[in-house]
């Protein structure tokens, strides 16, 4: 193909690249945050300055952009807008394959389909159910995650599911249909949602298996993981990889089987037995994860979670561990003795909003400061567990689902 055809065509892909990311971004679902939609526009008109579409902008759109892209820098969210900005156009002034154009417009569809469907439901804690989609719904296990599902919505918790059927539609039909989502994923042969999700605006379907991961970890609060084959079996090692290495952030990992039922002891005696004794995880590894075949058992497990821990944030070299509440007198000195080997440097501190953290709901809770190794997750879990024994009762410890 002649370079100005491939080019042309190529000039073409990346056009309909920045139109789907001009509408994600141009999608009411920040309504009310000017600051942001200010961005919106900002976002939207610079990259039709930056390339030449197939309907080209009007003049006084043209003139509008140049005015706007000045603001950029006083923007909320304006430095990450720019960056965002320049990596684009660096790539449409550079060769680039079909595919590849093919492959970033996918995925940006993807994206903009993640946040427009989370964003409403961002302060309430989810839980994603994995599991066999072969299991039939007389088995024992279809039954405890329906039950598990039902006693989650009843405390207000969403469920996350694939969609499908077996353990993830005894997950959807536990939780109901309102407190439910749904992450399909488009395959050559069918993969239809089950009827509990059908035609509901919290099923979403994405084109990529990378991207339906990207929001099961980004949206979840918990993991129940109910025994499956080798989907399921890839679902807990990758989260509970990226909760190792700090990827994702800490949360609750629950593997629960039926009563009686030997899938996941099983499954642990391989982990202790090959990987802990070869040295292949660490020996505090196993503490990312609770197995169980009580429902009792493994729903306390998630609700003390978070019953003084709230969530994390890095600031700088700094771990932040925001809290429901202050804890009690003694416990500061406590953890520094217990937990002193995941310090890199310094002690743990109770401190108020460090300066540098943006001002938002969580502004007023307590913090947890201190400086991670960046290498004990399986501790800084330990850790977590411990600061919800070490916590003062208060009104969160009734609310676990609210974040």
């Known amino acids: 193909m002649h370079r100005s055809v491939r080019n042309s065509t190529h000039q073409h892909l990346a056009n309909k690249t920045i139109l789907r990311i001009s509408n ?3 999608e009411d679902i920040y309504e009310g945050h000017n600051a942001r939609n200010l961005t919106v526009k900002i976002f939207t008109r610079y990259l039709c300055c930056m390339v030449t579409s197939p309907t080209k902008p009007p003049v006084h759109l043209q003139e509008k952009i140049s005015e706007i892209v000045t603001q950029l820098p006083s923007m909320e969210h304006g430095t ?7 990596t684009l156009v660096r790539m449409i002034g550079r060769e680039a394959d079909r595919l590849d154009w093919k492959i970033l417009n996918n995925t940006l569809q993807d994206m903009e389909l993640g946040f427009q469907g989370f964003y409403p439901h961002r302060h309430t804690r989810k839980i994603a159910i994995f599991g066999s989609a072969r299991t039939p719904a007389a088995h024992p296990d279809y039954q405890l995650a329906k ?36 992450l399909n994923i488009q395959l050559p042969f069918e993969q239809g949602s089950n009827p509990v999700m059908e035609n509901d605006p919290k099923l979403l379907t994405f084109k990529y298996f990378f991207t339906r991961k990207l929001f099961f970890l980004r949206e979840c609060d918990a993991l129940a993981v109910f025994p499956g084959g080798f989907g399921t079996q890839d679902e807990a090692f990758e989260s509970l990889t990226l909760v190792q290495t700090g990827k994702a952030d800490p949360m609750p990992i629950v593997l629960i089987d039926h009563p009686g039922g030997n899938y996941w002891q099983g499954w642990d005696t391989y982990i202790r037995d090959h990987l802990m004794v070869n040295r292949l995880i660490s020996s505090d590894d196993p503490s990312l994860y609770v197995i169980t075949d009580n429902i009792d058992d493994a729903w306390d497990e998630i609700t003390h979670y978070y019953r003084v821990f709230h969530s994390s944030r890095y600031v700088g070299e700094r771990l932040v561990l925001r809290l429901n509440s ?41 913090r947890l400061v201190f ?33």
Request: include cysteine; charged fraction near 20%.
């Open 326 to 366: 202050c804890l009690r007198a003694g416990a500061l000195e406590e953890l520094n003795q217990t937990f002193n080997d995941i310090l890199a440097a310094g002690s743990f501190e109770m401190t108020d909003r460090l300066p540098e953290e943006q001002v938002d709901e969580t502004a007023e809770l307590p």
């Open 80 to 86: 990450v807008i720019q960056q965002i900005l320049e």
């Open 371 to 403: 400086q991670f190794n960046h290498r004990d997750f399986g501790r800084l879990q330990q850790l977590i567990r411990q600061l919800n024994v070490l916590g003062e009762p208060c009104e969160a410890t009734e609310h676990p689902e609210h974040k």
């Open 147 to 182: 039950q598990f599902a039902q006693r989650a919505a009843k405390q207000g918790f969403m469920i996350m599911t694939g969609a499908g059927p077996g353990i993830m539609e005894a997950g959807n039909e536990g939780a109901g249909v309102d407190h439910s989502f749904g």
């Open 24 to 26: 994600a971004y141009s």
